[in-house]
């Protein structure tokens, strides 16, 4: 075992230094350690398949826990019509694409949706990664982006706990699909309220015993708390990860426990996405080029249709609406959670898998360059476009600019309207006081760490 993990660290460490030397993302260096401490490369396998199995299956648990972690409920009501509007849309339309390609590949239902799931998916590290490296962090487009990749996050989980069920029963029924929706709706908003409203109060009042290696301690006692409180409550171990991530997004200690995981995530992230290369075959590659290619060309041309009209639908500007789509046109980490899922049930095609991994390298590597292209694009769109569309998109960058304008006017926030719906029933008053308090004193903790990191 030991063994296994030196041969991974160095492989994985060298590999992805020569990616960061050629300005590639780092993920797709340890896919491609994965290929080369894989069986399909040499004949054999230089380290044992199911010791990294195991290990990957945590790294999936602890990113989706520091997923969970950034997820903040406030700024993704503050994002309003443009993060469930265009990731709605993005979602829906590039199912029904990934779902027609598979039809069109002769698969089964089953299949079909599984690459459905899989091509619906932007990758939250590399569109961050992108826009951070091509300075644009402080555009306004950013916050519609990272709000629509939260929802698409929250969608996947969900859609991993519904693919699960289709693939466990091998068919398609709408009635029971219902209630598993209703009833995973009800678990989540019952997991979340309790949460709310015991966590973040427990952890202030113990806040002065809790160093940094306590803290980690409990955080990770915590997830995998709630991983097997899902397990048991029927759904997905990844499900449980992100709702305590999300919990603990809530509370004061938020940015220390995202901190204190990173090191952890990181570790065992590598070790997944390792994982998923030693699945590649480079052969059958050779043999699936014009697949993937095609698989490519899908995401990317899909992306940026269906990202471009849900974010104009949404009440963003055409300029951010497109500077949005050009940055999300990659097969994100879900889809290879998602395929290591299908993997483990026994549903998913054996080709799927390295197609899908070798077209999520494809759109990795040309990401920053297809972004770079989206501002001349724009341009080129608003110069040829007719009077009536260019119309359109002038009085849409006014209201924009417009309602930007007085962001920081003092009116009613949704605590004191929360609080104000509720005045006359004593014990509901007294819940969401408490919900309010708690999520009041995170904002507060947020504020400090803003201002500190300023400093």
């Known amino acids: 075992m030991v063994q296994d993990l030196y041969i991974l660290m160095i492989t994985a460490a060298v590999v ?22 894989g069986p399909n490369l040499y004949g054999e396998t230089i380290v044992n398949a199911d010791n990294v199995k195991a290990w990957g299956d945590i790294g ?12 903040r409920l406030k700024n993704l009501i503050s994002s309003g019509k443009i993060a469930a509007i265009g990731a709605m849309t993005i979602i829906l339309g590039m199912m029904c694409l990934g779902y027609l390609v598979g039809q069109d590949a002769e698969l089964d239902m089953i299949n079909s949706l599984f690459l459905a799931g899989m091509l619906c998916m ?6 961050m990664k992108v826009i951070d490296e091509a300075g644009m962090s402080k555009e306004r487009f950013v916050k519609g982006a990272t709000s629509i990749l939260i929802v698409e996050d929250v969608v996947a989980v969900v859609l991993m706990v519904l693919l699960s069920s289709i693939a466990i029963r091998h068919q398609f029924e709408g009635a029971e699909l219902l209630n598993k929706v209703l009833i995973l709706a009800l678990t ?17 009042k113990i806040k002065r015993f809790l160093n940094d290696e306590t803290l980690i301690i409990l955080a990770l006692g915590l997830c995998l708390g709630m991983v097997l409180t899902a397990e048991e409550a029927g759904f997905s171990s990844a ?59 899908v995401v990317i041309v899909g992306m940026i249709l269906f990202a471009t009209l849900g974010c104009w639908w949404g009440g963003a500007t055409m300029r951010d609406s497109m500077l949005t789509s050009f940055s999300f046109v990659q097969i994100g980490e879900f889809s290879f959670i998602i395929a290591s899922l299908g993997t483990s049930l026994g549903v998913l095609d054996p080709i799927i898998y390295p197609i899908i991994v070798a077209s999520s ?16 694009c724009y341009n080129y769109l608003y110069k040829h476009a007719p009077a009536g569309l260019r119309e359109k998109i002038d009085r849409r960058e006014q209201a924009v600019a417009a309602a930007d304008a007085p962001a920081e006017s003092d009116g009613p926030t949704i605590a004191d309207k929360a609080r104000h719906a509720v005045r006359r029933t004593y014990v509901t008053k007294h819940l969401v006081n408490l919900m309010i308090k708690n999520m009041s004193a995170h904002d507060e903790d947020a504020k400090l760490h803003e201002n500190s990191k300023e400093k």
């Open 239 to 297: 499900l449980g990860a992100f709702v305590m991530g999300s919990i603990l997004a809530e509370t004061v200690e938020s940015h220390r426990i995202e901190h204190l995981m990173s090191p952890l995530k990181n570790v065992f992230a590598a070790i997944f996405f390792i994982s998923v290369g030693m699945l590649i075959n480079p052969a059958t590659l050779a043999e699936y080029w014009v697949s993937i290619l095609w698989v490519s060309l």
């Open 361 to 376: 390298v494809v759109t990795t590597f040309l990401t920053p360059y297809i972004m770079k292209a989206a501002i001349p």
């Open 122 to 127: 932007s990758s939250t590290t590399i569109v």
């Open 188 to 204: 989540l908003a019952v997991w979340f309220i309790v949460g709310i409203l015991i966590i973040p109060t427990v952890l202030r």
């Open 16 to 37: 992805s230094i020569v990616f960061k030397f050629l300005k590639q993302p780092v993920v797709l260096g340890y896919i491609v350690a994965g290929v080369l401490v």
């Open 60 to 71: 999936v648990l602890f990113v989706l826990f520091c997923i969970g972690l950034e997820f």
